[in-house]
């Protein structure tokens, strides 16, 4: 029962709440042993326009594909949920973001190549879009927040893309004359 409760119904992934329970755990762990850890936001292209065309089952039937090729892609030990509709939330332990970025193009890349076969023998393909951010010195949420601008970046430069967030600036203390 606590398993179900865990999971999101249609994909199998993580739920949200989940989610983020798993990833503030992993991100303290990182913090405490000073290991990096990366988080992503992926949002599927123009999923309400394939919904519009195709109908709900169609959409259903992407994201589940995608919750597969999520499954067949990435390590074993990353975290990811469906985080709402068609966006999903990931959080890669001990890898930075020029190394997630690798992992993140692999998937990008066997979504884009994958066709999702439909109920009536049609097929369709989805691309996805994701943003990548460092969450190694920052609260998830902070983190996530910073994946989620990625991610709008992706789909500013035309969808089906992988975008680093660039590392937050800081402000170092001016020092006295």
Known sequence: LEALANKDGL?????????????E????RAQRYRRPVTVAMADLDSFKKLNDTYGHAAGDAVLRAFAEQVRETLRQSDLVCRYGGEEFAFLFPEIGPAE??????RLRLACAG????????????????IGLADASECPIESALRQADEALYEAKRQGRNRVVISPPP?????????
């Not at 994958?114 to 879009?129: M, Q």
């Open 11 to 23: 994909t199998g992934l993580m739920n949200r709440r989940h989610f983020m329970q798993a990833a």
């Open 114 to 129: 994958h066709d999702v076969p439909l109920a009536d023998g049609r097929r369709i393909r989805a691309t996805v879009s």
């Open 25 to 28: 755990m992993e991100q303290q």
């Open 169 to 177: 600036v800081t402000n170092s203390p001016q020092e006295n004359p």
């Open 100 to 105: 997630t970025a690798r992992l993140a193009e």
